[in-house]
């Protein structure tokens, strides 16, 4: 058996590496884990990835979690161009330093943000307390701040002139908040022509296709009372 590759493209470090492997041509099996059902806590899938969590990589008898550890697997194994990964010691530094961030900071917020807007109210009926949207909103912005100023900075990309994994993590985490009706480029002219140029680096067409379950996520019809049940624990962790 070939490189399998353990999604749900409703999470953000998954469609991180699913464009990072299409992009880069490099072949896979796709296999869907729908976390809405809870396939991530099946038998099958924790013999993969007992931590339970998407994206997953199997390749023969080898497991990997971790979308970071992902991609950085797939970038050297595949000998990916060197942009995305680089091997000077300072430029693939950058690169780290703003993966190393975007854990407790970018992804915490704009995870928070799609689940507030849409998931928890929509999804799930919760209420969410206008305060802690509030709240969520304004960590979300100041974040953004940060990504402007100490990131991007005047550069193309956020490590360099080129596109890199980092640019990929962060994209991907900012579709979150966009598909949950949040416009955060719109009062941003400098990170919306970052944007654009990520989406024509990656692919119009790729960046779409890979987006496109998020971007419906608020149009899903009420969850029934089992999927709540289940989901209750997850949600807590968002308000």
């Known amino acids: 058996m070939g490189l399998e590759l353990y999604l749900d493209l409703l999470s953000q470090p998954c469609r991180a590496v699913y464009i990072f492997a299409r992009k880069n041509r490099i072949p896979f099996e796709l296999r869907t884990v729908d976390l809405l059902k809870g396939q991530n806590h ?133 579709m979150h908040p966009v598909s949950a009706g949040c416009d955060i480029f719109k009062s941003r002219p400098k990170l919306a022509a970052w944007r654009q140029r990520v989406e024509a680096a990656v692919g119009e067409d790729l960046f779409r296709e890979a987006h496109a379950v998020i971007m419906k996520a608020k149009d899903l019809p009420p969850a029934d009372t089992a999927v709540k049940e289940k989901l209750k624990p997850l949600a807590q962790l968002f308000l």
């Not at 998931?119 to 209420?127: A, D, S």
């Not at 890199?164 to 994209?171: E, G, H, K, Q, R």
């Open 42 to 174: 099946s038998d099958d899938f924790v013999q993969v990835n007992p931590l339970r969590k998407v994206p997953a990589l199997k390749d023969g008898d080898f497991t990997l979690a971790e979308s970071v550890a992902i991609l950085l697997y797939l970038a050297r194994k595949y000998e990916a161009p060197d942009h995305w990964y680089p091997q000077d010691l300072q430029a693939r530094a950058r690169v780290d330093e703003y993966l190393s961030w975007q854990h407790t900071a970018l992804q915490v917020s704009c995870t928070r943000a799609m689940w507030q807007k849409t998931m928890l109210p929509v999804f799930l009926g919760q209420r969410v307390p206008p305060e802690t949207l509030a709240a969520t909103l304004a960590t979300l912005d100041r974040c953004l701040q940060l990504l402007e100023d100490v990131f991007l900075k005047g550069q193309d990309f956020l490590a360099g002139p080129r596109i890199s994994v980092a640019d990929l993590v962060a994209i991907t985490e900012l």
